[in-house]
């Protein structure tokens, strides 16, 4: 039981760490290009991939209406510009 266990956490490590670094990459990609909803869209859905994962690992998840929706503004993504001569 101890082994499994302990195979489960390196597991869940393992994926964490592959989540954080395609979150790098996601975020990467947004500061090259930052009107780009998909590069958001990738980051926010590593961000639930990465939360979902924090659950199974028994972490504290903060609730979501302590979170502000304008978390991506505030980081510098600015949101996508509707063209006026459209």
């Given at each position: 039981?101890?082994?499994?266990?302990?195979?489960?956490?390196?597991?869940?490590?393992?994926?964490?760490?592959?989540?954080?670094?395609?979150?790098?990459l996601?975020?990467?990609?947004g500061?090259?290009?930052?009107?780009?909803?998909?590069?958001?869209?990738?980051?926010?859905?590593?961000?639930?991939?990465?939360?979902?994962?924090?659950?199974?690992?028994?972490?504290?998840?903060?609730?979501?209406?302590?979170?502000?929706?304008?978390?991506?503004?505030?980081?510098g993504?600015?949101?996508?510009?509707?063209?006026?001569?459209?």
């Amino acid at each position: 039981m101890e082994q499994m266990t302990a195979l489960r956490a390196a597991w869940l490590a393992q994926l964490a760490e592959a989540i954080d670094g395609a979150q790098r990459l996601a975020w990467q990609l947004g500061m090259q290009e930052p009107t780009s909803m998909e590069a958001r869209q990738l980051y926010g859905q590593l961000e639930a991939a990465r939360v979902e994962l924090d659950s199974l690992r028994g972490l504290a998840v903060p609730p979501m209406h302590d979170i502000d929706p304008n978390w991506l503004q505030k980081l510098g993504w600015a949101a996508p510009q509707s063209d006026p001569a459209v």
